[in-house]
């Protein structure tokens, strides 16, 4: 069947709440209690051993298989505008994002700045100076964002429009 990576992320998710639900569901049946002089055949829960471990290898095959599908989707799909692939994406993206993240800090920087705070009294005056130009870092911020954006959002047309094959 054919799904976009968007589609098979939430057929990933689900899969997994399914796989999580028949765990739970044996942890309270697989062991149980009974009081002493209790009859335990009244009190024993339905339980499977056998069907349960089928189910959960079942659950676990397709896992697998719609995650390779995925992978493989990420490691031979190209974003034209990048001339990446998606799998190149997802390294360039937070990259960008930690790039973005420190030119903030830069960018916000004042070029001299009075040295404030602590618990001793200060008898000399320091200042940090910016061994940079704020503005400079304010502009390579602008452009950072700018990609940042473009590559969000060309990775989201890709994930939400091309379909490839997961065999479940």
Known sequence: MQYTSAEAAKLLRKTKEELAAVLEKENKAGIFTAAVGENIEDVRPA????????KVKDYHDRIRKIKHAMNEFNLRTLIPEFSMTIDEMLV?????SAEKSRLETMAAALPKERVTGG???????EYNYANYNP???AKALESVSDELAKAQTALDVVN????????I
């Open 119 to 125: 618990y001793a009294p200060r008898t000399i005056v």
């Open 92 to 96: 360039y993206i937070p990259h960008l």
């Open 135 to 137: 503005e400079e870092a």
């Open 47 to 54: 339980y499977d051993f056998a069907g349960t471990r089928e």
């Open 160 to 167: 939400n429009s091309v379909k490839f094959d997961i065999n």
